[in-house]
């Protein structure tokens, strides 16, 4: 095990007050960026697990062409990509999931 040594002189000079030499000088930016970072999020945490959670296959097959074409039809009416409506799908549905551009897996 090894052995402290320490060196009571220089904390009697110390109760004196020296000058100390001023630490990094930190500009007043930067110390305020550091205090006003924000908490641990559940919700940020859940929407960066689902972004980077493995990725599989998703695909219903023989669906009647009708249906389809209005599947297509809609999330085109809406502006939405199929991922992105069969979301909206689910959410409509009571399913908790967050919002697409938070969870898509190409900006991650």
């Given at each position: 095990?090894?052995?402290l040594q320490l060196d009571l002189s220089e904390a009697v000079e110390e109760e004196k007050g020296?000058?100390?030499p001023?630490?990094?000088d930190v500009s007043e930016a930067e110390t305020l960026r550091k205090m006003a970072v924000g908490l641990p999020s559940h919700g940020r945490a859940e929407a960066?697990?689902?972004k980077n959670a493995p990725r599989?296959?998703?695909s219903f097959t023989n669906f009647p062409v009708p249906i389809k074409e209005a599947f297509d039809d809609e999330a085109k009416k809406l502006g939405m990509g199929k991922k992105e409506f069969l979301f909206h799908c689910l959410r409509?549905?009571?399913v908790?999931?967050?919002?697409?551009d938070e969870i898509d897996g190409?900006?991650?």
């Open positions: 095990m090894a052995k020296p000058e100390f001023k630490a990094k960066q697990a689902l599989t296959q998703f409509a549905g009571g908790d999931i967050p919002p697409y190409r900006r991650r």
